[in-house]
Structures are given as C-alpha cells and as structure tokens.
C-alpha cells in the first residue's frame, strides 16, 4: 500500500493502470484552458422582416452529463442587442461580466447631451455591429495568446442603418454572418431547417415574426430530439429596433417522439 | 522688484489657490492667431486665421483632420498640437478597428483631458501650450463642438473662438448664437469668417492666403439614412468665394446676417 | 512500469512533493497543447495584371469543413483609402486561408496605409505597400498569418501590378496569381490562358525550332471572360468554392466592383 500524500485517494494503479498525475506538475511552460469543461450546446438565431430572433437551451453540460438545467445562455446587452454564447460556460460568465462593465462605460460615455431623447441615445450606443466587431477581436487576440475563450458566439440586433443583423464569433475569432446561423450541433440540425425559410437576406426581409419564431422553435425541436446533450427548456429572444423581448422559461411544445419507432439504428441494424 | 514664487511649476499653488504655470499655458493660447468653431444641426465648420512668420515663408496650418468625422482647429504652440493630433488620430483609429464605428467625439475630447491634467499635476512636467476646438459628428447623433484649453478643461459649446483678440469674435458669435442650429453649411461658414473678421487687427482683412475653412457635417444619402459628411480642410483658391460672399461691400447689399439662407434639417430616424 | 513508480515509498525515497507525482503521460513534464489555433475557411482568389488595370478577384463562400457558414463573405478589399468606405482606395487585396488571420491582416495593412497618408499627405504605392507587407508577414514568421495573400494595384507607369504572398511574406511581382482552395486547379488554366503557355504557331517547325505564341497583353474585358471562367470552373471542381464571385477591377479611374453569382451546390 502507497501511504504517501500525493497517493491518497487515487484509484489502485494495479486495478486501473498508471495514473495521470500530468495536472499536477506545476513546473513547464504556462498552460491555458486547451478544452472546455462545462459545456452549452447549439445557438440558433434567424433574420425577420425587422429584427432577428435568437434561441438557445437552459443546459449546461459537463461532458456527458447534464449538470446545470437552468443556465441562461442568451443575455442583452442594452436592450438593443442579444449575444448567445455556445460553449465553455465559465468563459461564458466572464465575457458577460466583460458586457455589464462595457455596457456601463458605454452609458456614462453617451448619455452625456441632456435635450438627447431616448432614441438618439439608442442610436449612439453600442450597436450589435459593433459588439460583434469588439467580440471578434477579442477572442481573435486571445486566441493569438494561446489563451482562448472557448466559446461559439451569436450576435443578434440591428447594424448602423437600422437593419437586422445577425454574426456569430467563434474562439479562433473567425467571425461571419448569414441570414440564419447556428453554433455547434445545430449547424447540422437546424441550418437546413432555417435555410428553407431564409437562404438569403431578401428572403428574410420578407418573413414575419410570426413565422421566424416558429422557425426557430420547430428547429429547437429538432435539436431536442437529435442532441444528446440539449434540454427542452430554452430562452428565446426577439430582438428589434424597438428593444428586446427575452423569455427565458420556454417549454418545448407538441412534442412527438413516434419517429423514434422507426429509427433502427446506423448501418448495420435493420430489423 | 516683485518676483512671483509660485510659478516654477505646475506642482504648487499660490496661497491665492492659483497654479501659475498652468494659467501661462493658458496665455499661449492667445497668443496663437484666432480660430472660430461653430455647430448647427447639421454641420460643425472651423474657421481660421492663418499666420506667417515672415513674408518669405509659407503660412502655418490651422486646421487638421483627425479621422473622417472628427478635426481639429490649434491656438498655440503646433508642435504640442502635433502631439495631441497624433494621439487623437491614433485613438480614433484604435476605436474603429475594435468596433467598427466612429468615435464618439465625447470619449475622445475626454481622453485628451485626461492627458492634459497629467501634465498639470506631476514634477517635472509642462502643461500641453495650445488651445483646440474639437469639431465632429458622433455615429448617428449631430454635430458636435468642444472647446479644450491647456489645463484639461474641456467643454461642449455651440459656438466658440480661441487665439489672439478671439473675445471680439465670442461677441460677434454671442449676439448670432440664437441662429446657428438652423444654419445650412453656407450660411454657417459665413457666420464663422464674419466672426473672424470681427477678430482682424485694423488694416488686415481676410485673404485666400490666410484663411482656412473646415466642414464636418451630416448629410442625408440617396436611400434616406443619415451617413457622415467627411472633415474636409479648405485652403487657398477654395475658400475664395467664401471670403467674397462676406466682403464689406457684399454684406451691404446682401440681406441680414441671421437670416437663414439655407437648411438642411436632417432627421435622426430614417 | 508502473510498480517501479509507486507502490514502495522506499524505492522512490522519502519525499512527498506533488512534483514527484509519476509522469506516466507527461514524459516532458507538461501536457500538449490541444488547442490549434487554426483552421481553413475555404474559398480562391485571383489576380490578373493587364496594361493598365488589375482585376482582382475571389468567391464568397466561407466554410468549416464541409458546412457552409456563409454564402456572401468578401475575401478581396480595398486597401487605403482616407475614410471607411474606402471610396478613394488605390490598392486592393486579397486574401485566402484562415479567415480570421486575413482580417487581421487587412485591417493592419489598411491602418498603416492611412497612416501613410496621413503622414506623407499621398497614398502609398503599390510598390512600397508590397515591400511593408512582406514585412508584416515576415514579422510573424514563427507565429504566422495563416493567408495567402495578393496585393493589387497601378505601378508607377499606370502599369497594373499584382504581388503575390505566401504566408510568411515571400513575395514576387507577376502577371497574374491564383490563390486559396483551387489556386492549383486555377493557376495552370491562366498560364494557358494569360501566359499562352504550351501554345506554339501551328506548323513552325518541331522540337526547338517550335516557336512560342507571341504574347500580347488581355483587354480588359477578356479578363474578365478569364475570371469568370476560371471560377466557374473551380466551383465544377471543388466543394470550398461557389455561391458568389466578387471582382475589383483598378484603373486609373478608381476602383469599380462588381459581384456575380455562382453555383451554391
């Protein structure tokens, strides 16, 4: 028997192998997170006529295991923007602490002019063009550090002229932008989905938000049913030039699981 | 003879609460040939005199762009300016590549403040010699004017004039203050050169030599949104017709100077 | 192997430091690094110098493996220009590879040259910019911008120029480039086709005595012809190039852009 400190508590070397005592050397080059721990899943967000609406599930996951089921994974950011964050859940709270300072500096900076009225004010703030410009660069300098925020990252609100604007960000800092966007699993899953409805700008242009917000929750659906690792509850948000309407305590509805009778497996499984 | 010893430097106050060194600063700034900052809701203009040291040499800039939406007009000492300018410029720069906006004119003026003060308050140091006025326009919001002096202050202002003999233009801007936000460009930068004049030494008028003029404004694009109307300097043959339009003998005939000749109101929404 | 390390305290001698924890997987005392820093997003560009213009062009499509992530995302940008919208840009650039990296470095190069101009009160020439932008690439040899890179522009003469890159800033000056995914799909089809090489005068002797086809410069509008068929065909071929071709075209006029569609299977 091993009676030494550093050997208490571990499982029997003879029964489970040699244990990996890596994480305990402290000696070495600096080390950073190199995966995430505690996990969101998919984000999901779709252009409308005049706005955007974004959707992501309650979970936090620790690897296979649902660890966290009422973590909030969209957050505002000055009642004109959404940012859902996909990914490590403890990078996730510090860019939100990051957004709640940057969303105070912001309003000291700009609500300086007193005959201002509310909607000029809204107009010079932040908008989400701009926080995903500034999220953009700052995963990209983090990742360039070997440091990365590992996260997947949707930005939902209006860009300078007023217009929907939908970007995602993700922890190399490459960022892009379409009609509809999906993190994670629901690249798969619910692209293809949102693609039906909104392959293009123009096509968006021409949805209510009626219909987006069906969209987007059929898709969430489908990502319940598909993903191991999602829940079915989720927050949804409506992001317009108006403000944002964020629940965050939807229930799945009409679920129907009669396809999985039918699912016989991958390949080689067929009666 | 009286010799004051509260002006060594910028560290310690006179028993009467005044740090000298700093309110030296201050007379730099007059001592710089005049400039007039004027904003309307539409357009921010900068106007000034510009000096020569001899009749040889060329004619000192007055007027610098910092980045489209945003120039300055100097007071003072220009190679200090040449500092600030190129901080402003930096910053501004900085503030577009991580967000991709303008910056807002506000946050900038503050930051050179903040950079002002520093120098007001540590051994060893010497306050910044010149006076700026600050025009642009912010993301979505109007034009916008700030004033910034030596010692850090900075201030919004409607209308304002620093440099030599400048308290004859304040007057002149005081008594048309009411008209400015109306104003269209035109009509703003005759205000700012008939300010100037009010400025001028007896026997020296404005010349396409000495006088520099700078727009900043909103203007409405063709689909109807409200896009930036970039800071543009005019020098020499350009300002021409400018200086004209408000020669003594023009402005006899031409109507009053507060009357509005021209508006281009642009709404916020659209 | 294992017994050697732990089970007798006395083998190991009395010590009861963390550090003398066994290094069963980690025989260089630290865990690799998992985390790659990179990834490729798909997309060609080109380049093509004519007498006195450059046509510069790249597709749209921006992808993560085999997912597309988004069907209009410009690889080709003005460069320089006094204000954002680059309305009085002189130089354009592209670039190809990891996306992130070629933002970057669009943003750097586009930051110095307003600088340039700000300073010096001219835009920066093709020449100069070409040279400040091996340097840049250079300066991050050991760390590099994963993007190959075109620069394009008038020379001095009014001339167009095309630099090309690769990622860690060896640069030439050429006729024409191809650049990204299908560069190699690309690239022979414009030395057939800009270059004429492998095309002889018909009936002028055999072996050595075969002569070349005389080169003469494209008009413009062959380029264009050019361009689009070269893409067109690398949609055909590859599965990271489609949905929109975007070209710049410099004269001496200005820049003019013009944005075409392609197939989006």
Redesign the interface.
Known sequence: MDHRPQAWGRPRDDVYGAYDASYLHDSGPKTATQSPVVTGTSVIGIKFKDGVVIAADNLASYGSLARFNNVKRLRTFLNSSVIGFGGDVSDMQYLDRLLSELAIDETYETDDTPEDDEETTKKTHLNAANLHKYLQKLLYQRRSKFDPLWNQILVAGTDGEGKPFLASVDLRGTAFSSASLATGFGSALAQPIMRRYAETDEQAAKLTREEAVAVVKECMKVLFYRDARSLDRYSIAVVTKAGVELAEEEQLEKQSWAFAERIRGYGTQNV | MFRNNYDNDSVTFSPQGRIFQVEYAGEAVKQGSVVVGIASKTHAVLVAIKRNAEELSSYQKKLFPIDEHVGIAIAGLTSDARVLSNFMKQQCLGHRLTYGRNMPVRSLVDMIGSKAQINTQHYGKRPYGVGLLVAGVDQQGGPRLFEFQPSGMTEEMVAFAIGARSQMARTYLEKNVDSFKACGKEELIKHGLRALKESLVQDRELTIDNTSVAIVGVKKDKDGTAKVEPFKVYDGQDVMDWIDSVSDDKENTAPAPATVEESMDVDNDA | ???M?????LMNGP????????????P????Q???D???D?GGSTLAIAGADFTIMAGDTR?T?GY?I?????PKVFKIGG???DQHDANLVLSVVG???DG??LK?RLD?IC??YR?RHGKPMSVKACAQRLSTILYQKRF?PYYVYAILGGLDEEGKGAVYSYDPVGSYEREQCRAGGAAASLIMPFLDNQVNFKNQYVPGSGEGHALQERERKPLSRNEVEVLVKDAFDGAVERHIEVGDGLQMMVITKDGIEEILLPLKKD
């Open positions: 192997m294992a017994a390390f732990s089970q007798n305290p010590n009861y430091s963390f550090n003398d924890a066994p290094k069963v997987n980690a260089e005392g630290a865990r690094h998992r985390f820093p990179y990834t997003n921006h993560s997912s992530n988004s069907r209009y995302y006094t204000t954002a990891f996306a992130a933002e970057a943003e930051a307003k600088m700000y760390f």
